[in-house]
């Protein structure tokens, strides 16, 4: 049977949010190893942080709001020529990019409100984001901070890992097998909103 292009391809808000949360995680690696190479007393230390710390609270946002749209809309089935294999390794590797684009966030959360130091994080200058208060509150937060910042980068390198095996697969399908895998995450010159075609 042939499929409609709206039934094979992501639609256009589900493109974005996949190529803007792509950006920002890749900007968060670089500025997360920036500035914990950096002395505590460079001029650029804090202000990385509080960059990074922004950024970090809008890909949590984006990826909700990714998860909501993929659940209230239609999802395109995974290519047929796909094999068992290769569709249970992208379940895999899909799922926990999510995983860990949620839990990155949240333990970084818990970083900085476990830090003895206790500074305060201004998303991009303009609001407040309250420490967590009962981590906060603990006597043994030093603690909290060590192994919150161990999960925190320990889960930065599996994300790099799984970025790395997202980008090949999607790139083998593209440049060597040039199937239509990767061409259903590219912007095309049709707007789809989730499912339904409209023709420009
Ligand atoms: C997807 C989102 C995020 C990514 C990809 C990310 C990535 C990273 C990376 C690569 C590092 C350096 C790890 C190291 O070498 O020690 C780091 C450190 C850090 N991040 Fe994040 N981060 C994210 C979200 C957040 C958020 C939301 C916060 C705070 C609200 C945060 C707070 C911190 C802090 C305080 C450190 C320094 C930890 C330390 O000194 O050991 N991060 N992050």
Redesign the pocket.
């Known amino acids: 049977m042939q499929l409609r292009n709206s039934e094979t391809r992501f639609g256009l808000v589900a493109v974005f949010l996949h190529w803007l949360i792509a950006l920002?995680?890749v900007a968060?690696?670089a500025?997360?190893?920036t500035?914990?190479s950096l002395a505590l007393t460079h001029p650029l230390t804090f202000p990385l942080?509080q960059i990074?710390?922004s950024?970090?609270?809008t890909?949590?946002g984006l990826v909700g709001l990714r998860l909501f749209w993929r659940a209230s809309g239609t999802v395109p089935p995974p290519p047929e020529d796909l094999t068992a294999f290769e569709r249970a390794a992208a379940r895999l590797t899909h799922w926990g990019l999510y995983a860990?684009?949620i839990a990155?966030?949240l333990?970084?959360?818990v970083?900085?409100s476990a830090?003895p130091l206790g500074i305060p994080?201004i998303l991009y200058g303009l609001v407040k984001?309250p420490h967590i208060g009962f981590i906060s509150a603990r006597p043994d937060k030093a603690a909290i901070e060590d192994v919150a910042?161990t999960v925190?980068?320990v889960l930065?390198w599996c994300?790099i890992a799984l970025v790395a095996l997202h980008a090949g697969a999607a790139l083998r399908h593209h440049f060597w097998l040039k199937d239509n895998v990767m061409r259903r995450m590219l912007p095309s010159k049709v707007l789809f909103t989730r499912g339904k075609e409209i023709a420009r």
């Open positions: 920002l995680f968060m690696i500025i997360g190893l500035m914990t942080y990074h710390k950024i970090g609270v890909i949590f860990i684009l990155m966030p333990t970084g959360w970083i900085v830090s994080t984001l910042s925190h980068e930065a994300g």
